[in-house]
């Protein structure tokens, strides 16, 4: 191997990790905020009964850990209804197939909320195959340039589908989860 050969190597691979690297202040950043819009929008479909004081809803913070961001406090809540404690946990954003996702948990099970792509109907994942050395092929589905992320209800497995998260649908899940 020649050093020409080499350094063509070096040149090659350097391009292709300077053009895939994620800031992950800004990852975490962005998950925060959907996560605060999220907890926002639960208020505004709980307001009539947080008012009249027939459900309770109050915050707190949990510690998450994940992989290359690192450690951080995130937002949780809990909705008591009578004796039913609902709790709202944050999982994370470094995650497959979601950029973000909270699960709705009761005495009855869990239900998982989801940020997604505001054009997907359920999950999608693709992979590329291609050769060391060789240049990757290209994608034939462009990405946009500009995602719009939404919260969505996820179905259980193995058939995920997303559904829009909005009152009525919020408030059947609340009773899904509670015996309701």
């Known amino acids: 191997m020649t050093k020409d050969k080499f350094e063509e190597f070096i040149s090659k691979q350097k391009k292709k990790s300077s053009s895939i690297e994620i800031d992950w202040d800004i990852q975490r950043s962005e998950w925060l905020q959907h996560l605060d819009l999220f ?30 961001i690192g450690e951080y406090e995130a937002k949780t809540a809990q909705i008591t209804i009578g004796i039913n ?23 009855n099970g869990k239900i998982k909320f989801v940020l997604v ?32 992320w939404v919260w969505r209800i996820a179905t259980p497995p193995p058939k995920i589908k997303y559904f ?8 059947d899940a609340l009773m899904e989860v509670s015996n309701g």
């Open 39 to 68: 907890y926002e929008s639960i208020e505004l479909f709980l307001k009539p009964y947080t008012e009249n004081k027939t459900i309770e809803l109050s915050f707190g913070t949990k510690k998450i850990i994940e992989e290359y």
């Open 85 to 107: 404690r609902i709790k709202l946990d944050p999982i994370g954003t470094n995650l497959i197939g979601a950029k973000g996702r909270v699960d709705l948990i009761g005495p």
């Open 164 to 171: 829009p998260l909005e009152k009525e649908s919020f408030l």
């Open 117 to 148: 792509n505001e054009s997907a109907s359920a999950p999608k994942i693709s992979g590329r195959v291609w050769i060391q050395g060789e240049e990757p092929p290209t994608n034939e589905e462009e990405q946009p340039k500009v995602i719009s």
